[in-house]
């Protein structure tokens, strides 16, 4: 049977520590008052919520999954039930401006939640994370009339919210959609066309979805510079805020997948449905980053809360399942000994857990960044904010995505044969895992992103900021016991490849040898991930140490040991991409695509 899940409480606690969180958020005057006395019951109250009405749907929803007819999609009960409950619990608004009818937490709070929630429920979690970009979008970029019309019922959960952006023809290269907007005599617009991978685009759990929808004005520019974003709600919306008549708004199917089968991806038809623009003509596709960015740093975390899933029902197996005797054991001693003391599941379990903390770090560190170029009254520090979260998004998105995948895959390996049987639940969280790394940009984009756009930025002096900021770490690090300062050697050593190869890159682009970076970008990424993941672990050491010798707690000491392992046995793995990254195009392109 699956294990229960059971929020990390603790170690979400320490993450926010461990990236400065009340340092940094406290120095906006918004969230000066902040705090661990915030965030401790928070995360007790959400993981109440997530453990005893989440998780034991999870399965319902796995098996049943969202189902149609007539146009129509139905949820499983259960999840109607929960979202109801979910909204009325406050959960939808907790990290919306108070302005708007949020509860005014930082956006850096939505990390410990959304983990909890997602690792309880990943395709539950999709709905309201979704309409939280919405919100966003029409926050930053709306009329004060479509504001006041339209996010007072998604801020509250009444409603939800959604991105259309892919058609049939159109995927990743949004330039080529086709969906039209013909300009009314009442300033509305008239939305016709087909939009694909919408998720939540129909659904029975609110009586109201308020799709942002990209299209092009007839005489607009060719290509990206010509999508203009608008406000299309499934149902029209009435001068006292209730739910109209239809909006011609369609779903014609939804998708089979692998899985999150309770998130419902639907192929949406608009048929002269009525649309109001959001901003100006022809800037659509900025304004729909503002959903984008937050939307990539979010799926990162869901690889982050499948892997985190995944670990609690493998170390709960590992430590239940008796079979063989480890080595070096004796037959006396074998006769109480499950198979996590195997060396080779301690392996496996050791480096789920140690990225599962690097992850979230990372992931936390993102939001708190995200905070503070959204909300930092200081122009300098909200630079400094809008920078660090450009380089951060497309490794969170990226490395931890294609890890969650990974570990989700490890954990099932712990598990043997009973990981690949449906009742223990682990197969789930990697059939779900799986989309993380394709949706928002799939993260060979996101490894573009990093190499063309956020490698140069301002003369590649924002990358090399960011290295200091390692750099400053690990003299600190030297400064401290044997066992961090050994542990600075190794960053020290990675980080020195890493910014070899970064000068490499930039001297290739400046040569305008593009085909060898764009050969280049996966690894690469993937390297700078590693680097950071060593970053964040070394503070999380620092800290670990200090509060152990404060409070002499082995929680403490286990976190020691996971930066210890780290740094010697996942950092090294930074130089084996070293050479992939240098290597060029020249072998990529060397065989016939017939050939392959």
């Known amino acids: 049977m699956a294990v229960a899940y059971k929020a990390p409480i603790k170690d979400i606690v320490f993450g926010y520590e461990v990236v400065d969180t009340y340092d940094v958020i406290g120095k906006i005057p918004a969230f000066s008052d902040f705090t661990e ?10 993981a109440k919520f997530a453990e005893e009405v989440l ?3 999870n399965a319902i929803g796995d098996q049943q999954g969202a189902t149609i007819e007539n146009g129509k999609v139905s949820m499983p009960p ?18 919306l401006p108070s302005e708007i009818g949020g509860g005014g937490m930082p956006i850096a709070l939505s990390g410990g939640t959304l983990e909890i929630l997602s690792s309880a429920n990943l395709a539950f979690g999709l709905a309201p994370g979704l309409s939280a970009g919405a919100i966003s979008a029409i926050n930053f970029h709306g009329s004060e009339e479509q504001k006041e019309k339209f996010l007072p019922k998604l801020v509250s959960g009444e409603w939800t919210g959604t991105m259309n952006l892919s058609e049939p023809q159109s995927g990743s290269d949004l330039g080529t959609i086709t969906t039209k907007a013909e300009p009314q005599d009442d300033g509305t617009y008239k939305i016709t066309g087909t939009k694909v991978w919408i998720t939540f685009g129909e659904h029975d759990m609110t009586d109201n979805i308020i799709h942002l929808v990209l299209a092009k004005v007839p005489g607009s520019p060719e290509g990206t510079k010509g999508i203009s974003m608008f406000i299309v709600p499934k149902m029209m919306v009435n001068e006292d805020g209730s739910s109209g008549q239809s909006n011609n708004v369609t779903c014609i199917s939804i998708e089979e997948k692998l899985g999150i089968h309770a998130s419902p991806t639907c192929v949406m038809e608009y048929n002269e449905s009525v649309g109001y623009l959001v901003g100006e003509e022809n800037r659509g596709l900025n304004y729909m980053f503002t959903m984008m960015n937050e939307a990539r740093v979010w799926v990162g975390g869901q690889g982050l809360a499948c892997a985190s899933g995944s670990l609690q029902g493998a170390a709960q197996y590992a430590r239940d399942r008796v079979q063989g005797r480890p080595v070096g054991m004796s037959k006396e001693d074998a006769k109480n000994s499950t198979i996590i003391d195997h060396a080779d599941v301690r392996r496996m379990l050791m480096t789920i857990k140690s990225y599962v903390d690097a992850m979230r770090y990372m992931m936390y560190d993102n939001q708190l960044m995200l905070d503070v170029e959204y909300f930092a009254e200081d122009e300098e520090m909200k630079a400094f904010g809008e920078e660090r979260c450009g380089i951060l998004t497309p490794i969170t998105k990226a490395w931890i995505s294609d890890l969650g995948v990974e570990l989700s895959s490890m954990a099932i390996q712990v598990y043997g044969g009973m990981g690949y049987v449906e009742e223990t639940g682990v197969a789930q969280y990697l059939r779900d895992s799986r989309i ?9 984009i996101q490894a573009l992103d990093l190499m063309f756009r956020k490698l140069p930025l301002d003369n590649g002096q924002a990358m090399q900021r960011l290295l200091g900021d390692v750099n400053e770490l690990i003299e600190e ?23 070899e190869v970064t000068l490499w890159l930039g001297g290739r682009m400046l040569e305008g040898e593009l085909v060898d970076a764009s050969a280049a970008a996966t690894p690469y990424l993937k390297m700078f991930g590693q680097v950071l993941g060593g970053y964040y672990m070394g503070k999380a050491a620092i800290l670990a140490n200090k509060k152990f010798k404060e409070t002499n707690d082995e929680f ?3 976190k020691l040991t996971l930066s210890k392992f780290y740094m010697e046995q ?4 930074t130089s084996g991409y ?12 060397a065989m016939k695509a017939d050939n392959f």
């Open 477 to 499: 690090m030297k400064k401290d016991d044997e066992v961090i300062s050994s542990m600075a050697e190794k960053l020290e050593k990675e980080v020195s490849t890493l910014s």
């Open 570 to 573: 996942l950092l090294p793995l």
């Open 55 to 57: 998780a034991p749907i």
């Open 436 to 444: 993380a790394p394709i949706y928002e940009g799939t993260n060979g």
């Open 556 to 558: 403490y000491t286990d």
């Open 37 to 46: 006395n915030i965030v401790i019951p928070t995360m007790e109250e959400c």
């Open 78 to 95: 259960e999840f109607v039930d929960a979202y109801k409950r979910f909204a009325e619990a406050g959960w939808a608004s907790i990290s």
């Open 578 to 589: 070293a050479s992939a990254v240098t290597a060029g195009k020249d072998d990529l392109y």
